[in-house]
């Protein structure tokens, strides 16, 4: 009977440390001037597409965003944890500002942006947002999330302010 819930206590003990192992750590935020690699469809997002970059360029590591169009913001990160072949899927999620964006050609309203990824464990992974047209220039707080199953495991807010 001991053995038996030693074995238990075990399984339980092991299950609870792997989940607690997957981790993300921010290791870079602010301002960027990535240039992407690749862009791919996606119906979802805010413009229709995704664009993929390979390499992280942090012009300034800042939380304070100017509100101006075309400047690109984001952060860099690294997923710590146990996966699949060393790949694991994360949401990179962006919650907009209160309101949202108003797209005036089709007149649908992003609250949030939300993207499945595959990403490299224990590699450097980005993601960013640039500020294209006017009716993305939206002052406020903008929060960038990496989840797993539901879970925040990293967050970072910015501020965009009009300067």
Known sequence: MKQILFIMIGVIMSTGCSKQMNKVEILSYGITDNIPDETVARPDAVHGEDDIYDGWNLLESTSEIPLEENIQFGIEYVFRGEADNGIATVEEVIIFPEGG???????????????????QVN???NFCYRLETDWETIPGIWVFQVRREGVVLAEQKFKIVDK
């Open 123 to 125: 590699e450097p992974n």
């Open 101 to 119: 964006l108003t797209d005036p050609e089709s007149g649908r309203t992003y609250s949030t942006d939300i993207a499945d990824m595959e990403i």
